[in-house]
């Protein structure tokens, strides 16, 4: 893969991001459903992710949708609690999209800070990895704190418009940065199964 210059480089962005009210906790086990539709419609995804960070980090994540649209995909992560401003350490979010199903892992990530005023990138990725430079391609990440959710929107066009996307996601929170806190959906290094374009 490439990691000359590309022509969608460009700098991180803000986030737009509400004040938080608090919310309820949801617990629940893996849950998997795919739904498709006609031509003009999406197919969609849905995982719960139980409570598994024992009490170590309120940025544990709960649930995962993911809409595979004719234009974009969309992958929506609902958490424990989010909070604007953090006492302690950062925390932060990355979801993958994997593109390609004969490569090892997924070919696109979006990184996020999950506080008030942080940036968002989109990059490449080969086997785990970052690659090159951030993409300035169509796409946006937006924090509802009073939702405790994470929206994050690519263009088919930015990831290749994929015939199938798999999905995953990872939040980190260095609180204590000695001992960070990693919450993965389902499992380490999990990706859905694949969603076909609407």
């Known amino acids: 893969m490439a990691t000359g210059a590309d022509p969608c480089h460009r700098p991180r962005m803000s986030i737009s991001a509400r004040i938080r009210r608090p919310a309820t906790v949801l617990v ?4 998997l459903l795919a739904t498709a539709g006609g031509p003009a419609s999406a197919e969609r995804l849905g995982l719960e992710d139980p409570a598994d960070v024992g009490g170590a980090s309120l940025s544990d994540i709960l649930a995962v949708t993911a ?18 401003t953090s006492d302690g350490g950062p925390s932060s979010l990355s979801v993958f999209v994997d593109t390609d199903p004969g490569a090892k892992g997924p070919e696109f990530r979006v990184g996020a800070g999950l506080q008030e005023g942080t940036d968002y990138q989109l990059v490449r990725m080969a086997a785990w990895k970052p690659v090159g430079e951030p993409l300035t391609c169509s796409h946006a990440v937006r924090i509802d704190f009073d939702a405790n959710r994470v ?19 990872k939040m980190t929170d260095l609180y204590d940065g000695s001992h960070p806190v990693v919450d993965w959906l389902g499992k380490r290094r999990y990706l859905s199964i694949p969603l076909a374009s609407g």
């Open 67 to 84: 809409i595979h649209a004719p234009k974009k995909v969309v992958v929506r992560v609902d958490f424990a609690e989010l909070e604007p």
């Open 151 to 169: 929206r994050a929107r690519i263009s088919r066009d930015c990831l290749g418009n994929p015939a199938t996307v798999r999905v995953g996601a």
């Open 28 to 31: 629940g086990a893996v849950v």
